[in-house]
């Protein structure tokens, strides 16, 4: 079976910025499941995995732009700290939901002054050109309920029953997760 839109996709891979310095790796642990053809990858490496088949093993470079995209200067601003309410010991490296102009953000704290916040909500590898090793551990058809919710589920599936699970959520609608699971949104 080969890498087309809504395959579920199983993969090990090894990624390492312009220097050749690793970022990250799942060959020492548990592979990366993804839906293909949801966005649930860097644009880059999705068109790399297309017509893939098991076994397949690659190496990509996948330039800036079909990364996470250039770094904005504007998305980095200083926060008064008082708009943090009660969170205590605030420090760099930490990260929030923003509430932005253009709904909600994940910021991370780059800088602690005085009486404000310096936050950025660039991710963390915007501006850069990176590097994969990849190779095709599994590929299956998604379920249609995978396909619904635009990401893979746990061995293929929630397991749950969702006309119970909304009894249990009172008037929350049960549906997925987000991590592989079942749950009440």
Known sequence: ?????????????????????????????????????????????????E??????????????????GEYHE???????????????????GMRFIAETEMGQRPVQVTEVKDSVVVVDGNHPLAGQALNFSVEVMDIREATAEEVAHGHIH?????????????????TEKPGCDGNGGCGCH
Do not use: W
């Not at 397949?56 to 990364?67: L, M, R, S, V, Y």
């Not at 504007?74 to 605030?90: H, N, T």
């Not at 119970?164 to 959520?169: A, G, P, S």
């Open 74 to 92: 504007g998305l980095k601003q200083e926060v008064p700290l008082e708009a943090f309410g009660d969170v205590e010991d605030i420090v760099p």
């Open 1 to 49: 079976m080969k890498i087309t839109k809504h395959s579920a996709v199983t993969i090990h891979y090894r990624l390492t910025d312009q220097d050749g310095q690793l970022i990250e790796s799942s060959f020492e642990a548990e592979p990366m499941a993804y839906l293909h053809g949801t966005e649930g990858l860097i644009p880059g490496l999705e068109v790399e995995l």
């Open 154 to 170: 746990a061995a293929g599936g929630c397991g749950h029953d969702h006309a119970q699970e909304h009894e249990q959520c009172d």
């Open 51 to 68: 017509g893939k088949v098991v076994g397949d093993k690659f190496d990509a470079n996948i330039p800036t732009e079909q990364a996470y």
